[in-house]
């Protein structure tokens, strides 16, 4: 069974990927669920802030 969106805790990250949408015009709103297409544009985003020793296709 799935946890009721209102009863899941918020990611660690959820703050920062809010502040990061809203600079790179996405709309999103001070609480509950963030799109999944916002999410994926972090993800992409930040992914070589994380995976900074890696390169494009050597994933």
């Keep these: 069974m ?3 969106a ?3 805790e918020l990611g660690p990250d959820d703050e920062a990927m809010r502040l ?3 600079a790179n015009g996405f709309h999103v709103n001070n609480a ?3 799109p999944s297409a ?4 972090y993800r ?3 992914q070589g802030v994380v995976d900074a ?3 494009p296709g050597n994933g």
């Design 20 to 22: 990061w949408a809203r």
């Design 44 to 46: 992409l985003a930040t």
């Design 2 to 4: 799935r946890t009721p």
């Design 32 to 34: 509950g669920r963030i």
């Design 6 to 8: 209102a009863a899941r």
């Design 38 to 41: 916002v999410r994926e544009a």
């Design 53 to 55: 020793g890696q390169t």
